[in-house]
Every structure is written in C-alpha cells, then in structure tokens.
C-alpha cells in the first residue's frame, strides 16, 4: 500500500485518516512524551521519528500537531527537511488539521522545499479552493521562480478560476517581460489542448481569454495582450469584449 493509498480521500476537496492511521497516531504520541521526557525538541523528535518511520509520514505529522500545536511552524519545515519527497502529503496533514490559516501553511511549506511550490499550492487549494488566489500570490512572493510552475498547476486544477490565477501571479512579480508572455502563451497552449472530454472548444476559447484579461489586469499592455491573442487565434474584437467586460 502506497502513502497515497493511506491517506483517505473522501472526494476532491476532503480527507480523513484511515482507521490504521488513526492506530499509529496514538502510538506516535506515545513516542512524542517518551522523548519530550528525555529533553527531546518536537523538531528533533519529529527527525528521528521520520527517519526510522518515513512510511508514517502522516501519523508522525498528525501527532507532533496534536502534542504541539503551536510549534506548527517548526515541525512543518522539520518533516519537509527530513522527508521532502512526502512534502505534498505533509501539507495535506497541515490543512486538515488546520493548524494555521491556508495561506501561512503555504508560506511555511514553500519557504521549507521551493522546488514543491506548484504542488503545495494545488494541494492546500484542494481543501480551499475559494482562496485559491490568494495561495497562488503568497507562493510566488516566497518563491518567484516557480512562478510559472505555480500559474500552470494552480490553473489545470481549477481551470474555472484561471483569470484570478494568472492575475493573482502575476500582480506580485516585479515586471512583465518575454519571459512571462512566453509563460502566459504556454498556458493558454495548456488550457486549449485539454483532453477532458467534458471540455469544449467554446468553454478553452473563454479559458484562454480569461488568461489574457487576467494578465491585462496584473499590469501587461494592451498591445501584449493583443499580440499574445493574435497569436492564439483570438479576433482583437474578442479580446476588446473580454477585457471591457466586468464578469
């Protein structure tokens, strides 16, 4: 059984401890007094758990929250730096037991392992996804490198909110180049060749729009955006109708 399968996913946005799970957070809990009694700091009583246990990831996590919660902060970046391969399921720990607020976990887990940016922000928007936005912008002040990464995960998760997305990365990093227009064309590339069969060539041409008014939003010039269309395939009449348009 993979650490996949051990965490329970209810649907999309949910998720529980299996029974099992549920059994090791007990014991881990157990080991987290046995070493709190030997002058053990939670950090390194979650490093030495996670080197012998890496497998438990999860139930380590769970307890170090439940005995400590408000040294949330220390074990988060201690379990990144100890198993960073398990940094998605940490954060998915993190949300759940909802020991801060989404936006200062996400800021924790990418300061901890930037390399994970993009998925760090996909799996704290998977348990709120109406904050989303704000997700994006807070991983790419931490992280502007990713930024591109973070803008196309965040997107393909939530294709509905692309607009918000784009604007929301964007509106953060210090200028709008070559770089980003070649980044906001991959995107829109993306978005339209979506193999979802439930996708629509009308539902990508407005994806792809909302792309470019997001971006006109965050600062890029008409005549970027324009050009980015042109290139697409999208009418300047269209492009006008989309930016001019308060939805």
């Known amino acids: 059984m993979t650490l996949s399968d051990e965490i329970g996913y209810i649907d ?9 799970n549920k059994r090791l957070v007990n014991t881990y809990l157990r080991m987290f007094r046995y070493y709190t009694k030997r002058n053990f700091s939670p950090t390194r009583t979650v490093r030495v758990l996670l080197s012998n246990y890496p497998e438990h990831v999860e139930s380590i996590v769970h307890a170090a929250f439940e005995r400590y919660p408000n040294n949330y902060e220390q074990i988060i970046k201690a379990a990144i730096d100890a198993e ?7 954060m998915a720990v993190a949300m759940h037991t909802e020991v801060a607020q989404p936006a200062e976990l996400v800021r924790i887990a990418v300061e901890a392992e930037p390399a994970y940016a993009d998925e760090i922000v996909v799996e704290a928007s998977r348990a709120n996804p109406a904050n989303v936005e704000e997700l994006v912008r807070v991983a790419v002040k931490v992280e502007p490198e990713m930024a591109d990464s973070i803008m196309q995960s965040a997107s393909a998760s939530q294709p509905e909110k692309v607009e918000g997305i784009v604007h929301a990365t964007l509106s953060v990093l210090p200028a709008i180049g070559d770089y980003l227009s070649s980044s906001l064309s991959d995107l829109i590339d993306l978005i339209t060749t979506d193999n979802d069969p439930e996708s629509t060539e009308v539902t990508s041409r407005a994806e792809a729009l909302s792309v470019l008014k997001g971006a006109y939003r965050a600062g890029m010039s008409y005549q970027e955006i324009e050009a980015l269309a042109e290139t697409h395939g999208i009418a300047k009449e269209e492009i006008a109708a989309a930016v001019a348009s308060k939805n």
């Open 12 to 20: 999309n946005n949910s998720y529980q401890l299996t029974e099992e």
């Open 84 to 90: 960073p391969g398990f940094t998605k399921d940490i």
